[in-house]
């Protein structure tokens, strides 16, 4: 199974970006997916997930109401979409994936399957 990322880049504060992550094998509703953020010189950090079967979703809370992470069955992948974005959300992202539900879904070790990463940069 292989995630591949798209989305990112270099913005200025204010301003909005949608990652994606695409499934390659069966169908996004069978997955528990999340996205982290890894800044430079720092753990890596949950960020947001939605649960198998097209559950519930969940945010840390400096992301909510700013964040939003949607399943898009058409291109069998998540996206997050991201809205006045802040200099502190300056961060390598990376989507995570594993078949069925998780019991923590926050989380790094659970997670049986990871994206390549995406740097979202954030500064005037």
């Known amino acids: 199974v292989e995630l591949v990322q798209s989305g990112g880049g270099s913005l200025d504060p204010g301003s909005s970006v949608t990652l994606s992550c695409a499934v390659s094998?069966?169908?996004?509703?069978?997955?528990?997916v999340a996205w982290f953020r890894q800044a430079p010189g720092k753990e890596r950090e949950f960020v947001c997930s939605?649960?198998?079967?097209?559950?519930?979703?969940r945010y840390i809370d400096s992301v909510k109401e700013r964040f939003t992470i949607a399943r898009d069955n058409f291109k069998n992948a998540v996206d997050l979409e991201m809205v006045a974005l802040k200099s502190e959300d300056t961060a390598v992202y990376y989507c995570?994936?594993?078949?069925?539900?998780?019991?923590?879904?926050?989380?790094?070790?659970?997670?049986?399957?990871w994206g390549q990463g995406t740097q979202v940069t954030v500064s005037s």
């Open positions: 094998e069966g169908s996004i509703a069978s997955y528990t």
């Open positions: 995570a994936a594993t078949l069925g539900p998780l019991q923590d879904d926050t989380a790094v070790d659970p997670y049986d399957y």
């Open positions: 939605t649960r198998w079967g097209g559950g519930s979703t």
